[in-house]
Protein backbone atom coordinates (compact mmCIF):
# COMPACT_ATOMS: atom_id res chain seq x y z
CA UNK A 1 0.00 0.00 0.00
CA UNK A 2 1.49 3.27 -0.75
CA UNK A 3 2.02 5.49 1.94
CA UNK A 4 3.69 9.26 1.66
CA UNK A 5 4.59 10.93 4.94
CA UNK A 6 6.27 14.75 5.34
CA UNK A 7 7.89 15.65 8.11
CA UNK A 8 10.50 18.50 8.80
CA UNK A 9 8.08 21.68 8.75
CA UNK A 10 8.62 24.33 11.58
CA UNK A 11 8.49 27.97 12.81
CA UNK A 12 11.61 29.56 10.95
CA UNK A 13 12.84 33.44 10.59
CA UNK A 14 12.72 34.67 7.26
CA UNK A 15 16.35 34.44 5.28
CA UNK A 16 16.62 31.01 7.04
CA UNK A 17 16.09 27.23 6.02
CA UNK A 18 14.46 24.45 6.51
CA UNK A 19 14.86 20.40 5.84
CA UNK A 20 11.55 18.33 4.20
CA UNK A 21 11.17 14.82 4.12
CA UNK A 22 8.70 12.52 2.17
CA UNK A 23 9.06 8.99 2.99
CA UNK A 24 7.16 7.34 0.00
CA UNK A 25 6.29 3.53 0.96
CA UNK A 26 5.48 1.57 -2.16
CA UNK A 27 6.72 4.13 -4.76
CA UNK A 28 8.39 2.03 -7.58
CA UNK A 29 9.99 5.49 -9.06
CA UNK A 30 11.01 8.53 -6.92
CA UNK A 31 10.90 10.71 -10.36
CA UNK A 32 7.20 10.70 -9.89
CA UNK A 33 7.08 12.60 -7.14
CA UNK A 34 6.55 16.08 -6.85
CA UNK A 35 6.47 18.79 -3.90
CA UNK A 36 3.05 20.95 -3.46
CA UNK A 37 2.23 24.01 -1.15
CA UNK A 38 -1.29 25.37 0.28
CA UNK A 39 -1.35 29.06 1.35
CA UNK A 40 -4.90 29.95 3.50
CA UNK A 41 -6.94 30.86 0.79
CA UNK A 42 -4.85 30.22 -2.40
CA UNK A 43 -5.22 26.46 -4.85
CA UNK A 44 -2.49 23.77 -3.98
CA UNK A 45 0.58 24.37 -6.16
CA UNK A 46 3.20 22.63 -7.35
CA UNK A 47 6.86 23.88 -6.78
CA UNK A 48 8.93 21.62 -7.27
CA UNK A 49 9.41 17.93 -9.10
CA UNK A 50 11.73 15.84 -11.23
CA UNK A 51 11.08 15.52 -15.21
CA UNK A 52 10.85 11.77 -17.03
CA UNK A 53 15.34 12.15 -16.66
CA UNK A 54 15.17 12.66 -13.20
CA UNK A 55 16.12 16.37 -13.24
CA UNK A 56 14.55 19.13 -11.24
CA UNK A 57 11.73 21.54 -12.25
CA UNK A 58 10.78 24.38 -10.00
CA UNK A 59 7.99 26.93 -9.80
CA UNK A 60 9.23 30.68 -10.38
CA UNK A 61 8.49 31.63 -7.17
CA UNK A 62 11.03 29.44 -5.74
CA UNK A 63 13.86 28.46 -8.25
CA UNK A 64 17.12 29.41 -6.90
CA UNK A 65 16.06 28.71 -3.02
CA UNK A 66 14.63 25.72 -3.43
CA UNK A 67 16.16 21.94 -4.75
CA UNK A 68 14.11 19.23 -4.57
CA UNK A 69 16.38 15.53 -4.09
CA UNK A 70 15.67 11.89 -3.72
CA UNK A 71 17.38 8.88 -2.05
CA UNK A 72 16.34 5.80 -3.55
CA UNK A 73 17.85 3.96 -0.79
CA UNK A 74 15.89 5.26 1.92
CA UNK A 75 12.86 5.60 -0.93
CA UNK A 76 12.40 9.10 0.64
CA UNK A 77 12.46 12.76 -1.73
CA UNK A 78 13.63 15.75 0.45
CA UNK A 79 12.86 19.38 -0.13
CA UNK A 80 16.00 21.51 0.55
CA UNK A 81 14.46 25.12 1.18
CA UNK A 82 17.04 28.41 1.86
CA UNK A 83 16.27 31.99 2.06
CA UNK A 84 12.94 31.58 3.19
CA UNK A 85 10.24 34.13 3.00
CA UNK A 86 7.00 35.19 4.44
CA UNK A 87 4.85 34.58 1.17
CA UNK A 88 6.55 30.62 1.55
CA UNK A 89 3.99 30.39 4.74
CA UNK A 90 1.90 27.62 3.84
CA UNK A 91 0.99 23.35 4.58
CA UNK A 92 3.45 21.85 2.29
CA UNK A 93 2.61 18.10 0.93
CA UNK A 94 4.45 15.17 -0.91
CA UNK A 95 1.85 13.80 -4.17
CA UNK A 96 2.99 10.76 -6.56
CA UNK A 97 2.66 12.20 -9.65
CA UNK A 98 -0.67 10.57 -12.32
CA UNK A 99 -2.27 9.03 -9.01
CA UNK A 100 -4.39 10.06 -6.06
CA UNK A 101 -1.99 9.51 -3.68
CA UNK A 102 -1.09 12.54 -1.11
CA UNK A 103 0.85 13.03 2.49
CA UNK A 104 -0.69 14.59 5.07
CA UNK A 105 1.20 17.82 5.06
CA UNK A 106 3.71 19.39 7.18
CA UNK A 107 3.08 22.78 8.21
CA UNK A 108 6.38 26.03 7.33
CA UNK A 109 5.51 29.02 8.90
CA UNK A 110 8.26 31.82 7.92
CA UNK A 111 7.60 34.94 10.57
CA UNK A 112 10.05 37.06 12.65
Known amino acids: EVQLAESGGDLVQPGGSLRLSCAAR???????MGWYRQAPGNERELIAR???????IYADSVKGRFTISRDNAKKTVYLQMNNLKPEDTAVYYC???????WGQGTQVTVSS
Open 26 to 32: DIFNLND
Open 50 to 56: FNNRGGP
Open 95 to 101: HALFTDY
